[in-house]
């Protein structure tokens, strides 16, 4: 792949954060995103969700903005935002007009520098609720709903800050107090914890000037703590370790993981490629013996977790039809991961095609 021209400055304020510029006069829109060092990897046992908590309180208002005011202010001037959590992040963006690049970075300020003031039980609870639901929704009445964390739970031993899914546990949702929501804040959501990031259609002769207007005053904190539990982990489990589900779902599923070297290293392109080879398309391998093929699944998915500490994971899973058996799913994959050694070269150059094709339409996605 050929170098990939984007230009980017980078600068770090006195309060230490970090913010990276990259500007493309294309169209007359701005990407703002800003990233915090935190996500589940950083919760204490009994405090696990309280990244994705977090992630809806930052939406309930901050000392100058009113609840819900961000939503109307972002989307009065035509712009969209939203933000996700992750293991080892969560992130907070806004894609708007040039002309709202200052109301942008002054609402992300303000909920980064003067949102503990506006905190209060009554928006801890209304979100606990929210996010239950949530969690009640989109994973306990999903069918094959909680793979992930199952999955995780067999990849990453109990002291392993991967073993416990992003979303948390009921449990320890219903336990927080406003005193550790608090607490949560004042330690991860600090400049010298943060990433911000504009990307687009800005005047470079005055950008730094508004980051600086907005959070230069917002002080550092205190140094991170370390990561809870025992990260030190080898990307090599040494053994195959199983579980077999009982579930009310109309189709059987194996899904098979793999510890993988992180996102980090170097060897993560080397598992990107692989999953490609194995799961991308209908070219694919998986696709072609499973589903064309031998006709055991209906469907084939593959995905590399970008996760950094220690391992992350590859996955690969096969769904079958009404007839299908689990042992006929694992035996097929079994079979043609095993056989991926045997990849012609012009197989390998697709996928290395199709990785990098991935890569250029994530960035060309502003926001």
Excluded at 348 to 357: F, G, M, P, S
Aim: net charge negative.
């Amino acid at each position: 792949m050929n170098q990939l021209a984007i230009p980017l400055e980078r600068h770090r304020l006195d309060n230490g954060l970090k913010v990276v510029l990259s500007q493309d006069n294309t169209v007359p829109i701005v990407a703002v995103n800003i990233w915090y060092g935190v996500g589940s990897r950083n919760e204490l046992p009994g405090h696990t969700g309280f990244a994705h908590l977090f992630e809806h309180m930052m939406f309930q208002g901050s000392k100058h903005v009113p609840k819900n005011k961000h939503f109307e202010l972002i989307e009065r001037a035509g712009g969209t935002l939203n933000a996700t959590t992750w293991f080892d992040r969560t992130n907070y963006f806004e894609t708007v007009p040039s002309r709202d690049l200052e109301l942008a970075l002054w609402l992300e300020s303000d909920r980064m520098g003067w949102m503990l003031p506006a905190m209060d039980q009554e928006k801890l609870d209304n979100q606990r609720d929210v996010v239950k639901n949530e969690k009640s929704q989109r994973y306990d009445n999903q069918p094959y709903g909680d793979w992930d964390q199952r999955l995780q739970a067999l990849m990453y031993p109990k002291d392993h800050p991967y073993h416990h899914p992003v979303i948390g546990s009921v449990e320890d949702l219903d336990a927080a107090t406003l005193e550790d929501v608090a607490e949560f804040f004042g330690t991860y959501y600090v400049p010298n914890n943060a990433v911000l990031t504009i990307a687009g259609d800005f005047d470079e002769s005055q950008v730094m000037d508004l980051v600086q207007r907005y959070f230069g005053e917002i002080e550092a904190g205190a140094p991170i703590p370390p990561l809870p539990g025992d990260s030190c982990l080898e990307p090599i489990i040494g053994s195959t370790v199983r579980e077999h589900v009982l579930a009310e779902v109309p189709l059987a599923r194996v899904i098979m993981g793999f510890r993988i070297p992180p996102y980090s290293s170097e060897d993560f392109a080397v598992a990107e490629v692989s999953r490609a080879l194995l799961g991308m398309g209908r070219a694919s391998r998986l696709y072609r013996a499973l589903v064309r093929e031998r006709r055991v699944a209906k469907g084939v998915v593959t995905y590399a977790f970008p996760l950094l500490t220690d391992a992350s994971m590859l996955l690969a899973w096969a769904t079958g039809y009404p007839d299908s058996t689990p042992e006929e799913l694992e035996t097929a994959l079994t079979e043609e991961i095993e056989a991926l050694v045997e990849a012609k070269q012009s197989e390998v150059d697709r996928a290395i095609a199709l990785t990098e094709t991935d890569l250029v339409r994530a960035l060309r996605a502003g926001g």
